[in-house]
Structures are given as C-alpha cells and as structure tokens.
C-alpha cells in the first residue's frame, strides 16, 4: 500500500521504515527538511509540503499523521481535509484526546472521508519490536488498512498463547499487538488509559527504589542501615520475579550505567493521557487511586527531586527517548 506520512520524529520516522522494511511504499514530509532527506535515503519518496505530497499519493490517499497533539495534529488535520477527496483516510497516531477523534470523524464524515484513530505504542524501540497499536474507526476503512497495521505490529513472536483463549474463536489480530477497538476515539481512548497505567506501574517502581536506596540513610538507627546495591536488585527482579516487566528491564539498563542517575533531572513531565485518564475516571465516578496519586507525584517532581523521581525520568528515556531538563 501506499501511504503518506506527516511527522518524521522520534516515532514516524520508524514507522515509516518499519513499513518500507514490509514492501508499503512510504511518501514523506515533515517541516525538517533533513527528515524527509534522510528518511529518502533509506528508499522513501520525499515531499516538500503537503500538497506535493497530496499530488504523489494514490487514490483513495492513506494520511498518517504523526505530530504532537493539540494545535499541530489539528491544523495539520484540518489542512489536509479541506483538499481532501471523496474516499480519502486519515489517519491520526498521535496522543490525540479521544474527545477530539469523535469531533474530527463527524466533521470528515460529511466530505466523504474517513478517520481512524491509532493510539501507538512502542515508543523509539518500535522499529525493532514492532507497535502495539489501539484503533477506532469504521470496520470497512480499519479492514481496508489491515495490511499497515499487520507490518507495523510485533507479531505473535515468542510470546506464549494466553490460556483459554481459542484460535478461530477471538479475533487474532490482539495476539499479533494490534486491536479495532470501537468507533473512532475509541482507539485513543483505550491507549490514554494505558498510558495512565503506565504512570502507577512507573510510579510504584520508582517509589519502591526511592525506599531502597534511602535505606542508608543517616535518620536512620545506625544498625539498620543498609547499603544496597541497586543495579543488582534491578537485575534480580527481572529473573523471574513477580515484577518482572519492561519498564523493569529499563530500570536496569539505566542503573547499570550509573547507579546515581546523575544524568537524569528528576523533573518528570506527563503528556496528558495521565490527567485525561483521571478526568474519564471522574466523569464515569470510577475510582482511581493509584493513578491520581502518580499523575500527582510528577507534578510535585517539578518542584523537588528524589531518587525515584530520577529512575522515572531514566524510563521515560528509555522507552519514549525523552529528555527532562530541569524547570
């Protein structure tokens, strides 16, 4: 298939090779024009602006657009359904506020165009490991992408079938990192609350550290004072533990590197799926206690650092490349 992609950072530009690696043809723009040269390199078709890559996709033309939420996703969106035509998708596989899919598919519906929604995780890892994709759409426009969605997903890989789940009876394509998940904002709904777990799982690792390391402290009875190790305890946990899982194996990476996490500063920003998924939990009455008071401890992060903030910001870089400098 053939597809445009708009927004060649961290993430798009991986997609985009993931997707060239599986025989799609990719044409490319973004405002860095060293993007787009250096993503032809690697056998893309580069586009100055957006309507020169209009005039180079097929028909209908597939849009992906992979931009930071907010006023550059929208505009960008906007821009390209006004000259869209009849037919057309759009594709949005950013961290977009599920409320604002359901706003843009009914205004895109009217022209006769078709939005799907991808929330995308993987993070700067995702060219090796594939994406672990969360789609809204309408199901014809979602089957019609099919062949996107499997070259960019993991795959089944080596990861043991779930007990109880029997082939030919559940859709497969969740085995293989990919799911339809409803309408459109669905897609970005369910991976805004995945993100907002992400935030309590990262949180209790952190915290967790936070009390190990400050175990040598000196407010502390001298004989209960304990110096521990933490590259190695991260190191254990991973062999087998119950906690074992990736943002562990990041922990580790990082504390084998410096234990201190002298590099990292500790201010530990959120991109907003935390705070949407707490404003969701508020509007069905659902409660949420773990991930409120992760979403909080960031924002105090701001204010003062701790060691836990530190090996917080250590798997922010790890999984999603993000460098934090101090505010």
């Known amino acids: 298939m053939k597809i445009g992609l708009i927004g060649l950072g961290r993430m798009g530009g991986n997609i985009a090779r993931r997707l060239m690696k599986a025989g799609h043809e990719v044409v490319a723009y973004d405002r ?12 893309a078709e580069g586009a100055a602006s957006l309507d020169e890559m209009r005039g180079k996709l097929g028909s209908p033309a597939i849009w992906w657009v992979m931009l930071p939420a907010g006023a550059p996703t929208e505009e960008t969106i906007a821009t390209i359904g006004e000259g869209a035509s009849d037919g057309d998708v759009i594709i949005d596989g950013g961290n977009t506020f599920y409320k604002d899919d359901i706003r843009r598919a009914k205004g895109l519906a009217e022209k006769g165009v078709h939005y799907v929604d991808v929330g995308t995780s993987g993070g700067v890892w995702g060219l090796e490991r594939g994406y672990c994709m969360m789609i809204g759409g309408d199901v014809e426009t979602v089957d019609m992408l099919d062949p996107i969605f499997d070259a960019l997903a993991p795959g089944l890989g080596t990861i043991p ?3 109880g789940r ?3 009876e559940v859709d497969e394509r969740a085995e293989k990192g990919y799911i339809h998940a409803g309408p459109a ?5 369910v991976k805004m609350v995945h993100n907002g777990i992400e935030y309590g799982l990262m949180q209790a690792y952190a915290e967790g550290f936070d009390i190990l390391k400050s175990k040598n402290s ?4 001298e004989d209960e004072r304990f110096d521990l190790n933490m590259t190695d305890i991260a190191e254990v946990w991973r062999r087998g533990s119950v906690i074992s899982s990736w943002l562990l194996d990041l922990t580790a990476i990082a504390l084998a590197k410096d234990e201190q996490l002298e590099h990292f500063s500790g201010s530990v920003a959120d991109s907003g799926e935390g705070q949407w ?3 969701a939990a508020m509007e069905e009455k659902v409660p949420a206690n773990v991930l409120t008071a992760s979403l909080f401890a960031r924002y105090r992060s701001r204010i003062e650092h701790t060691y836990g903030d530190k090996v917080l910001s250590a798997m922010r870089f790890g999984f999603g490349g993000h460098v934090e400098m101090p505010q």
């Not at 860095?32 to 390199?41: G, P, R, T």
């Not at 904002?185 to 709904?189: E, I, K, N, V």
């Not at 000196?218 to 009875?221: A, G, W």
């Open 32 to 43: 860095s024009a060293e993007a787009v040269a250096s993503l032809a390199k690697d056998g």
């Open 161 to 163: 079938r779930t007990q």
């Open 166 to 168: 029997v082939a030919g």
């Open 185 to 189: 904002g669905s897609g970005h709904f």
């Open 218 to 221: 000196d407010k502390l009875p």
């Open 277 to 279: 998924t707490i404003d």
